[in-house]
């Protein structure tokens, strides 16, 4: 940028349209800082991160965000985006969205009963089902995709169960969940 800085794109950053809505800025800055936290033990990449949030706290200010776009169209390095600038994909992101809340609150299930009686640390499927108000198809997909992801299994009695795996990835995303609300906390008392 200025001051002998190379460009930053910060659309490329989170992979958005330059004409995306803050709605979609959000739901872009949230899957890549939860993606890239430090705390996060799969894909964490602290660099990463920095340029999350940084490309994150200037467009979702609109008067630097304004000021940024002046300098972005001799700058722009792609024409595709993971996320759009709004349209009939918002239907699809609602739902993984959806379904990234109920794996999580899946596994957060399973943890409790893990820590609670340790002899038996299963639930039985359809109780579960039942507690998450989702149909059988549904959840059979988010049983295949948690069991898939080594975080989910079944026990010698057909319930259930979180693996350590599972447990480590309910610590991380807690951890995480916190980090971010203090992150945006200092990011709108800076922006004040």
């Known amino acids: 940028m200025e001051n002998g800085q190379d460009f930053v794109d910060y659309y490329d950053v989170l992979q958005v349209n330059p004409n995306c809505d803050a709605r979609i800025l959000e739901i872009a800055y949230h899957y890549f800082a939860k993606m890239y936290h430090p705390d996060h033990a799969e894909t964490a990449d602290p660099d990463r991160f920095s340029q999350v949030v940084e490309a994150y706290g200037v467009l979702r200010d609109s008067e630097r965000r304004a000021e940024y ?42 943890y409790k009963r893990r820590r609670e009686p340790p002899a038996d640390p299963g639930v039985i ?39 350590i795996q599972g447990v480590d990835h309910v610590i991380a995303t807690s951890r995480t969940h916190s980090a971010e609300k203090l992150l945006l906390a200092r990011t709108g008392d800076e922006a004040d």
Do not use: N
């Open 69 to 110: 776009d002046r300098s972005y169209p001799g700058h722009r390095s792609r024409s595709d985006f993971l996320f759009p600038a709004s349209g009939p994909t918002e239907i699809d992101e609602k739902t993984a969205l959806s379904d990234g809340e109920i794996h999580e609150r899946m596994l957060l299930c399973l």
């Open 125 to 163: 499927g359809w109780l579960l089902q039942e507690m998450l108000d989702c149909s059988e198809d549904h959840f059979e997909f988010h049983v295949w995709y948690l069991k898939s992801k080594g975080l989910l299994d079944t026990t010698e009695e057909g319930k259930l169960a979180v693996t």
